[in-house]
């Protein structure tokens, strides 16, 4: 319900010293302003309007100041009050950038896409939202990027657009040619198209074990087997169940053929179809050593619909609180008061002007 408030109260403290002044200067005013051998020729004489309203003055000044200092106090009215309740919880994207993820089996707005680009895409939707998902506002989001080896890209952060920034960043590694049109980093880019999961899901735990978010989530997204990095998959999730860490791990795509951009010998581009392989198995492993869960997205819809599901697992109320919006009432007790005050001063200097 509104409601009137004083955003600065103590400014009315003011108002005790004031009184005093008024009272103490009334006080003073009360002086002979001629020496005169008798008074009692004019105690016959009828007192004036003017005498009248002479005396009052002082309290027109009292009246401008106070009203200044009313205004001082910055009255304000609540216009509306509404409920806010916050919900947030601290989520680690783990998303693969291995060789596999060039397929080009999903579709964008009617084009196709490899699996990167719609991962990224249906991601930024999720952080963001858009006209289907509502975004994660309340929610600190990290960023790890995975192919043979984990890159922690973004900390838990609740400035998205800088996230969003860093999340176009994340790319499959290509090849380097040198002028023959040999490749030359081809080692690095057969190191970097591995895929490395465990490593991707401990890096994300360290990220997440001292947050202090009721609920602590990863959200690992990969289309291929574990073939590099340190850590196995499995160690990696009771490290993740030890700290409360849910894992939801999405299997992109489908195990079978898949078709790849590559190069003829004439250096044109075109489609071929390579053999792709998803390991569900590690993937349900994850999700169900952590209590969690997996999903599997064959294309951009399904990819869509699991962020929904996510989005209705994982909500977790933090606390809420009651906000009003206030309107400054300040203006219409200053604009007020200095024209008491101006009034004031203008009849003291003119028409009740006291002599000597």
């Not at 196709?112 to 994660?136: I, M, S, T, W």
């Not at 951009?261 to 792709?276: A, N, T």
Request: glycine share 8%; charged share 25%.
């Amino acid at each position: 319900m509104s409601e009137l408030r004083l955003a600065e109260p103590l400014w009315l403290l003011m108002t005790v010293p004031l009184l005093l002044a008024t009272v103490i200067a009334m006080r003073g005013e009360r002086r002979g302003a001629v020496l005169y051998s008798s008074v009692r020729l004019l105690e016959s004489l009828p007192v004036t309007l003017a005498q009248r309203v002479k005396r009052w003055l002082p309290w027109l000044r009292f009246a401008g100041m106070l009203l200044v200092i009313v205004a001082l106090a910055r009255p304000q009215h609540g216009l509306k009050d509404f409920q806010i309740q916050t919900e947030g919880i601290s989520i680690v994207m783990c998303i693969d950038r291995s060789g596999s993820m060039q397929a080009l089996d999903f579709t964008l707005d009617g084009n196709r896409v490899d699996r990167l680009e719609a991962v990224k895409a249906v991601f930024h939707d999720f952080v963001a939202g858009n006209g289907q998902l509502p975004g994660r506002p309340d929610d600190q989001i990290g960023l790890v990027s995975f192919g043979g080896f984990a890159e922690a890209k973004a900390p838990l952060t609740l400035d998205h657009g800088a996230l969003l920034d860093v999340l176009e960043t994340v790319n499959i590694a290509q090849p380097v040619y040198d002028r023959s049109g040999d490749v030359i980093n081809l080692r690095f880019l057969d190191e970097e198209r591995a895929t490395a999961i465990g490593d991707a899901v401990a890096l994300a735990v360290e990220r997440l074990r001292d947050s202090r978010a009721t609920s602590k989530v990863i959200i690992l997204l990969s289309d291929g087997e574990n073939t590099a990095g340190a850590i196995e998959p499995g160690d990696a999730a009771k490290a993740a169940e030890s700290f409360g860490i849910k894992i939801y791990s999405i299997g992109v795509g489908t195990t079978g053929m898949a078709p790849f951009k590559m190069m003829d010998p004439f250096g044109r581009e075109q489609l071929v179809s390579q053999p792709v392989q998803l390991d569900e198995a590690t993937l349900k492993l994850l999700a169900d050593t952590t209590h969690g869960r997996y999903f599997n997205a064959k294309d951009t819809n399904a990819l869509e619909d699991v962020y929904h599901d996510i989005d209705r697992l994982e909500k977790t109320q933090l606390e809420g609180r009651l906000y009003t919006e206030y309107r400054e009432l300040f203006p219409w007790w200053l604009l007020p008061g200095l024209a008491f005050i101006v009034t004031e001063l203008t009849l003291c200097c003119t028409r009740f002007r006291s002599l000597p």
